[in-house]
C-alpha cells in the first residue's frame, strides 16, 4: 500500500527558511498529483502547494514567492521548500498523493515560527 512521511518540520524563527521532505513507497510515483497541506489549531486544513506528474504547480496566495513545491521522481520525494516564514506560517504540515480516484495522506510534520 502507499505510505508518506513527512520530515523537515520544526521551530524556526520569523524570516528564516525549512525544507519539508514526503518519501512515498508503494507506488508508482511519478504518475501521482502531489500536494503539501497545513492545518493550524483552530482552522481547517488549507492546500499550500500543487506539483503534478508534469511538474507545473499551485499556491496558495499566501505563499506564493515564498514556498517552492518540488518532486524528484528518482528519490520519490516531494519537498516543500519554505522562505521568509512568517509566524502565520505555523501549522502542522501535510503530504498528499493522488490521482483519479485514489488519494493518500502522511501523518504530518509540525512547523512552529515564533521568535
Known amino acids: 500500500q502507499v505510505q508518506l512521511v513527512e520530515s523537515g518540520g520544526g521551530l524556526v524563527q520569523p524570516g528564516g527558511s525549512l525544507r519539508l521532505s514526503c518519501a512515498v513507497s508503494?507506488?508508482?510515483?511519478?504518475?501521482?498529483?502531489l500536494g503539501w497541506y497545513r492545518q493550524a489549531l483552530g482552522k481547517q486544513r488549507e492546500l499550500v502547494a500543487t506539483?503534478?506528474?508534469?511538474?507545473?504547480?499551485n499556491y496558495a496566495d499566501s505563499v506564493k514567492g515564498r514556498f517552492t513545491i518540488s518532486r524528484d521522481n528518482a528519490k520519490n520525494t516531494v519537498y516543500l521548500q519554505m522562505n521568509s516564514l512568517k509566524p502565520e506560517d505555523t501549522a502542522r504540515y501535510y503530504c498528499?498523493?493522488?490521482?483519479?480516484?485514489?488519494?493518500?495522506w502522511g501523518q504530518g510534520t509540525q512547523v512552529t515560527v515564533s521568535s
Open positions: 508503494g507506488s508508482i510515483f511519478s504518475i501521482y498529483t
Open positions: 498528499k498523493a493522488e490521482r483519479p480516484g485514489l488519494y493518500y
Open positions: 506539483i503534478f506528474s508534469t511538474r507545473s504547480t
